[in-house]
């Protein structure tokens, strides 16, 4: 008999990215790979274009720490996606689960424990987000990214591992980075991404200044979904509201990079020795977990840190060119980090901790 994982986590690209990363290992050596995530999510788009993927979808609800009238409404949802989960995974018999984190994960993980299915968590931040949080009694044990992440968690069930990395990403050609954006050697290319869903400050703040940035760089901009305008046609500037495939390529003819501050990203920047701006989600419309993250990197002298209320300042534009010509203590200070990629790890630990049929 076949040895089965089921998949969870959505809500953002970062929540995918980690199972993107593993899935194909799984696929290789002959596992049955699962997915279960939302209705209408990033993750069934990215998911469904796996064709060896059986995807369910379950009824979600936002899980937050504030008083909110949809609160109760959601609560339905979301013990509705745990009885639908409970349900999937009672007829399918995984040997074990993996979790991602987002809100479509916590049914998924709780509907695991009641089946007695042994769950594997990975965190990308830092600190914990809630829906990971709330999942920690149920779990077999939670990975981590950040080795100060585990100072957070008090239930001995977490083990650093480190990040992990796509292994598509490690494979760009410039030259087809160059003809994909349609841009020419030999002038240096920022590249600017928000996030899956865009960061309309980032966006801003990007367009109000293109006449002075486009003067010395080309320019790459993933603004996020519906996010493009369509009004701005100048050479040297490319949009796209999300970039799969062609990434890898797109990261390779990269000399610098304005990022929020999600860990997923942020460790391929590193990985990838890409200088970085980063400006993380603020604490009003955020746990401020990509600050914790951002400022991790700051201490360790990956990447300079704007604060997302100072975008719109003329030092914004400077900081872009004075990180450019200090490009190269920011490489000194990534190739000293020995980033070392864990997903052999993590794989070795998944398939340690199924349970044999």
Not at 17 to 30: H, K, M, Q
Not at 140 to 165: A, D, L, N, R, V
Not at 231 to 258: C, T, W
Request: with cysteine.
């Amino acid at each position: 008999m076949r040895n089965k994982i089921i998949f969870t986590g959505g809500g953002s690209t970062g929540h995918v990215s980690v199972n993107l990363a593993l899935i194909p290992d799984f696929i290789e050596d002959g596992w049955t790979v699962e997915y279960i995530g939302s209705k209408n999510g990033i993750e069934k788009q990215l998911i469904s274009n796996i064709n060896e993927v059986k995807y369910f979808s379950i009824s979600t609800g936002k899980l937050r720490r504030y008083f909110d009238w949809n609160n109760i409404t959601d609560i339905v949802k979301v013990f509705t996606g745990v009885f639908q989960s409970y349900l999937i995974i009672r007829k399918s018999k995984p040997n074990v689960i993996f979790s991602k984190g987002g809100f479509v994960s916590f049914p998924v993980v709780l509907g695991g424990w009641l089946n007695r299915v042994p769950v594997v968590l990975h965190e990308s931040d830092v600190t914990p987000g809630l829906a990971n949080k709330l999942a920690l009694p149920f779990v077999t044990i939670i990975c981590t990214t950040f080795p100060e992440t585990e100072k957070y968690i008090h239930s001995g069930k977490s083990q650093y591992i480190g990040s992990i990395i796509r292994q598509n990403l490690k494979n760009g050609n410039a030259i087809q980075g160059l003809k994909y954006c349609g841009f020419v050697s030999g002038k240096p290319v920022l590249l600017v991404m928000g996030g899956s869903l865009g960061s309309q400050s980032i966006n801003l703040s990007i367009r109000n200044n293109l006449g002075k940035l486009l003067k010395k760089f080309q320019i790459v901009h993933i603004c996020g979904k519906g996010q493009k305008d369509t009004s701005i046609r100048v050479k040297g500037y490319k949009q796209f509201e999300y970039i799969e495939k062609e990434l890898p390529d797109v990261m390779a003819i990269s000399n610098i990079v304005v990022s929020r501050a999600g860990a997923n990203s942020i460790f391929e920047f590193l990985f990838l020795q890409k200088p970085m701006i980063l400006v993380p989600l603020p604490q009003k419309s955020s746990r401020g977990d990509q600050i914790l993250n951002a400022e991790s990197f700051k201490k360790r002298g990956f990447c300079y840190v704007i604060q997302d209320k100072d975008l719109c300042k003329s030092d914004f534009i400077n900081t872009i060119y004075d990180v450019y010509e200090n490009r190269a203590k920011y490489t000194e200070n990534m190739k000293k980090a020995c980033v070392t990629d864990a997903l052999n790890e993590l794989i070795k630990l998944i398939k340690a901790k199924s349970k044999s049929k």
